[in-house]
């Protein structure tokens, strides 16, 4: 063991066993001070376990944590904070109804006969973020903010508090490449103010361009820590994160000569400017474009959720009416937000793959129980969804097995046309893959997709044909293959020319 | 074609998926639950206070608790979707007053409250829930129409029903002039007070535990009350099928209504008070969530007979009226949180 003061932090065998699974195994390693600590590792590997019982969400089963050299045991958020450890959770703790003053103070305002004084106190919060972020406004509410910014005003609170340790779990995940720079240089400067950033993410390349330390977990074991610079590449980490990988580049198709399924003709609403673009049958699409260029508009209004002017034609038929129309014509959806949109969390696995198809697991509406299970099962095996049982509820699945589920539920809907947006939006690595593996087998059977994502990789990683979207402006269109020209990709969504 | 493997995905993939839990579900573990606490009120009751156990008080609580479960189908429906009803009291007042003034005979006589529009009792029935209805679908255009909470809609549905009933009774009741045949559906009887209120819940009970479990219908009540925004891109007409709810609670809340006031051949502009309350009490009691998604008319009916035995036996105590309020509150609670604790138990 190292002396405790170049280790804020340390680890030793922590077990944390919830019933029939170990979820943290015999975990030991050391975080040193000043330092952006990367954690890594699938889904279900055990980071958010150990995160949550260094905040004081959950009690440890062994083991010991030392912080700055002593004892450390937090029964809850509170008393974690009160040892200066802050976290930024993947869902904003913020208020959209408050301003972000009120939002800074939350919690540790100072009162006189109940009622709120003004003190020193949010001064020094005011101050904080206004070194962070000086073009957010004290006063403003925080429900005009982005998420980017609402992120900060988070930040600036936990740096406020003089946490010297801040949490940070998954913070890009819904970032445009330009807020995640900006993000990067907020913690570079903490860094150099003494806090201690401990850093989850899925991006890899975030970790190679952010951390200073990587610690690697798998199946609840710590696999290594190791400094960044001595990483090699983004493959070594997978390597460490998954046993072993075999990662398979996508060979784009000429899809020219294919017949077309979906023209769109003109859409314009309110987020849309006069879009017009066509999906072949068996193709796979691609728009990319940060948070904000239309991605999601776009979606919403094939799908038949928002209004329109203008036309899609698919089938040679124009589409119109609602989401009921939509499927029942042959398109499905996977929506942008899984836990609000997709899944049903409380709901088993069995009751939630069929939702998009009744018709086939039922005879003049009455569900016939042996098609209703063989259902759930043939997509657990299919899709290789991790369970024990049909009968398990969503809620207590991994991020990339919901999603599968969200999978699931459309390709049981047998549509010829899917829309994904954001489809491996905060889905480990191994389920990413899968998850582009599916989509590649459904066109080669014939379904198109379309893939709405603000990651370029995956654009890369899947598509045949790129639209690049800006401000609801459709700026070009891009055959993809292995000369295609990221750099130009980037400057063009971004809104160059 | 896969793209990554992995010996771990490899072993998982082989790993046999079964179609049950290994353990029951968390619906059944509670209904099991609830049956014990319902055993065990019932097995204290049968000590504590003389002649409960008693062939005759059995009886009256089942016909008391009937009437209520007919109206808890219809709210259980309606809370697993994640909304409430509140207007179901109203309703019955309501459902007793007009099938009292359609039927009682046309005398033109001054005093009104003793003249009806002498409509064939058959007839004053079909239009009374057809008005009931009526209130439901009112419910309905506002909760999914205008999205205003179903809460606030459904307290002035309750309003409106009794309203009413309140102004068609004087504010009173019509019990004059009914024909013979009113009272038919109250006089009818199986073995003692059973009568058709028994018959008619246990129907409806077996009719909404199927709907419940086995039909299209019965699914999309827990995938909206779990999540009405996945519901709705899933392509299921959620919107439909609340309004259809609303309008399904009232009608019960119809029929319960007009048994009720054949029961007393009278339409009674001030019974049922309360009724929307202890509706959605026993709903709640037997173990069905209020933030929807969970739950089964079972519940109802459990909770319904808890409530019953609890209120029975203050009453034949002897306690006033106040101290059984008391006694109904203080157990509400401690079951809700006893709940609340063993399904968290459960679910670490």
């Known amino acids: ?497 | 074609m896969t793209v990554l493997t992995t010996d771990q995905e490899g072993m998982k993939q082989i790993k046999h998926v079964s179609d049950s839990k290994g353990t029951i579900s968390n619906l059944t573990f509670i209904i099991f639950a609830m049956v014990g606490v319902l055993v065990i009120v019932f097995t204290i009751a049968s000590m504590i206070v003389p002649r409960f156990f008693d062939l005759a008080t059995m009886s009256n609580l089942l016909v008391q608790q009937s009437e209520l479960i007919i109206i808890g189908i219809g709210v259980t429906f309606i809370v697993i979707t994640g909304r409430l009803d509140l207007s179901v009291g109203g309703v019955v007042a309501m459902a007793g007053v007009l099938s009292a003034y359609f039927a009682q005979a046309n005398t033109r006589a001054e005093f009104s409250l003793s003249s009806g529009l002498g409509l064939p009792y058959w007839l004053a029935v079909v239009l009374t829930l057809i008005c009931c209805m009526g209130i439901g679908a009112v419910n309905a255009l506002f909760i999914v129409k205008f999205k205003i909470a179903s809460i606030i809609v459904t307290l002035g549905g309750m309003s409106l029903a009794r309203g009413i009933a309140m102004i068609i009774a004087r504010g009173a009741q019509r019990n004059v002039g009914l024909p013979p045949e009113f009272g038919f559906f109250g006089r009818f009887s199986i073995i003692g007070t059973i009568n058709l209120a028994v018959c008619f819940m246990i129907v409806l009970v077996l009719i909404a535990l199927f709907v419940e479990k086995k039909t299209v219908f019965g699914r999309k009540l827990f995938l909206i009350g779990s999540n009405k925004t996945a519901a709705d891109l899933s392509g299921i007409k959620t919107d439909r099928q609340i309004a259809q709810l609303y309008i399904i609670s009232s009608f019960l809340a119809g029929v319960t209504g007009i048994l009720m006031a054949s029961k007393f051949c009278s339409g009674n502009s001030s019974i049922a008070g309360g009724y929307e309350f202890d509706a959605l009490v026993i709903t709640v009691l037997g173990g069905t969530s209020i933030h929807g998604g969970f739950g089964s008319v079972i519940c109802a009916v459990i909770g319904a007979f808890i409530l019953g035995i609890l209120s029975t036996s203050v009453n034949m105590l002897g306690y006033p009226p106040a101290s059984q309020l008391l006694v109904r509150g203080f157990v509400i609670v401690i079951a809700i949180l006893a709940q609340r604790y063993a399904l968290n138990k459960r679910n670490v």
Do not use: W
């Open chain 1, 1 to 497: 063991m190292g002396s405790s003061n170049e280790h804020i932090l340390e680890i030793r065998n922590l077990v944390k066993d919830f019933p029939g699974v170990r979820a943290v195994n015999d975990v030991s390693f050391n975080i040193k001070k000043n330092t952006v600590h990367c954690l890594v590792g699938e889904n279900g590997a055990g980071k958010s376990t150990l995160i949550k019982i260094l905040t004081g969400a959950y009690q440890r089963t062994e083991g010991t944590i030392l912080l700055r050299g002593e004892e450390y045991s937090a029964r809850n958020p509170k008393e974690a904070r009160d040892n200066g450890i802050a976290t930024l959770f993947q869902e904003l703790n913020v208020v959209d109804q408050l301003t972000v003053e009120e939002n800074l103070t939350l919690g540790l305002e100072d009162t006189k006969f109940g009622f709120i004084r003004s003190s020193t106190k949010i001064k020094r919060m005011v101050e904080t973020l206004k070194d962070i972020e000086p073009s957010i406004h004290p006063k403003h509410r925080v429900s005009r903010l982005s998420v980017a910014k609402k992120q900060i005003v988070e930040i600036a609170k936990a740096a406020a508090s003089e946490a010297e340790i801040i949490i940070m779990d998954e913070p890009t995940a819904s970032l445009s490449e330009k807020e995640i720079n900006r993000l990067f240089t907020i913690i570079r400067e903490l860094r150099k103010k003494n806090v201690t950033v401990i850093y989850i993410s899925h991006r890899l390349d975030e970790i190679m361009e952010l951390g200073d330390m990587v610690t690697v977990m798998r199946d609840g074991k710590h696999i290594a820590t190791k400094p960044v610079s001595e990483v090699k590449d983004r493959s070594e980490l997978i390597h460490m994160m998954i046993g072993k990988t075999v990662f398979e580049e996508y060979v784009p198709r000429e899809t020219s000569s294919m017949e077309p399924l979906l023209t769109a003709k003109g859409i314009s609403n309110s987020k849309l400017k006069d879009l017009s673009f066509h999906v072949n049958k068996g193709e796979i699409i691609g728009f990319y474009g940060l948070v904000g260029s239309g991605k999601t508009e776009l979606a919403s209004a094939l799908y038949g959720i928002d209004r329109y002017s203008g036309e899609f034609v698919f089938k040679g038929k124009p589409l119109k009416g609602g989401p009921s129309d939509a499927i029942a014509s042959g398109i499905a959806l996977v929506p942008e937000e899984r836990r609000t949109q997709g899944i049903f969390p409380n709901l088993t696995i069995r009751m939630n793959i069929p939702v998009m198809n009744m018709k086939h697991i039922t005879k003049r509406n009455i569900i016939r129980d042996h098609l209703d299970r063989k259902t759930a099962k043939e997509y657990i095996t299919k899709l290789n969804i991790v369970t024990d049982t049909t009968e398990k509820e969503l809620s207590k699945l991994s991020g990339g097995n919901q999603q599968k589920v969200v999978f699931s539920k459309c390709l049981f809907a047998d549509s010829d046309l899917l829309i994904l947006d954001e489809p491996t939006r905060g889905v480990d690595v191994g389920a990413k893959s899968e998850i582009y593996s599916i989509v590649r087998h459904l066109s080669e059977q014939g379904t198109s997709i379309i893939v709405f994502s603000s990651e370029l990789q995956e654009i890369l990683y899947s598509c045949d044909r790129i639209y690049l979207l800006f401000d609801g402006v459709l700026k070009a269109e891009i055959k993809n293959g292995p000369d295609v020209d990221t750099a130009k990709i980037i400057h063009i969504a971004t809104g160059g020319m």
